[in-house]
Antibody
């Protein structure tokens, strides 16, 4: 059973940054298109960004441009999502999502991590 | 923009559920997916490519549509099907999710 493993819950103060990690044990990042989706309390799913293998670049939702950075460490096959200038509205469950059956294109998300709760509070 | 309707669907087990997803512009190559989301769980992919069932998804779930209008049909609701359902387009950036349809027990 393929799993997606994310880092643990975080509590941050307003204005700080948070970094969440994501791994798919048994798979290399070069074979995956990792994306990040969040869900704030009582809200729907919101795509934040991810890797587009067709253009070999990270793509971001306009809402997060300038505040989010998504990176990949190929030496450890770990993807990271860093969100800066945190505010209370960023309190949410952050998911890493991908699919191992699709190579070379953005996939529908057949695999999801367990979610990482980020709480922003003073 | 993806607009889902209705916002809430109140039905009984055994009934048929029809969920709609309308896009503001044509979805590239029918790259339209449907997900089921229950509290405390990660979303679950049901349908990709507008009409292909994901691995392990029961055949009571079916997807149809093209262009700007898509439908998820659950032929006979089972107790475990009561959840929130989202459509998503993944054919072009930015990827987008619809606002969701909650299927609740009547």
């Amino acid at each position: 059973q393929v799993q997606v493993v994310q880092s643990g819950a975080e509590v941050k103060k307003p204005g700080a940054s948070v970094r969440v990690s994501c791994r798919v044990p048994g798979y290399t990042l070069t074979d995956l298109s990792i994306h990040w989706v969040r869900q704030a309390p009582g809200k729907g799913l919101e795509w934040m960004g991810g890797f587009d293998p067709e253009y070999d670049e990270m793509i971001y939702a306009e809402k997060f441009q300038g505040r989010v950075t998504m990176t990949e460490d190929t030496s450890t096959d770990t993807a990271y999502m860093e969100l800066s200038s945190l505010r209370s509205e960023d309190t949410a469950l952050y998911y890493c999502a991908t699919d191992v059956a699709v190579v070379g294109a953005v996939p529908a998300f057949g695999l999801w991590g367990q979610g990482t709760l980020v709480t922003v509070s003073s | 923009v993806l607009t889902q309707s209705p916002g809430t669907l109140s039905l009984s087990p055994g009934e048929r559920a029809t969920l709609s997803c309308r896009a503001s512009q044509s979805v590239t190559s029918s790259y339209l997916a449907w997900y089921q989301h229950k509290p405390g769980q990660a979303p679950r992919l049901l349908i990709y490519g507008a009409s292909s069932r994901a691995t392990g998804i029961p055949d009571r779930f079916s997807g149809s549509g093209s262009g700007t209008d898509f439908t998820l049909t659950i032929s006979r609701l089972e107790p475990e099907d009561f959840a929130v359902y989202y459509c998503q387009q993944y054919g072009r950036s930015p990827l987008t999710f619809g606002g969701g349809t909650k299927v609740e027990i009547k």
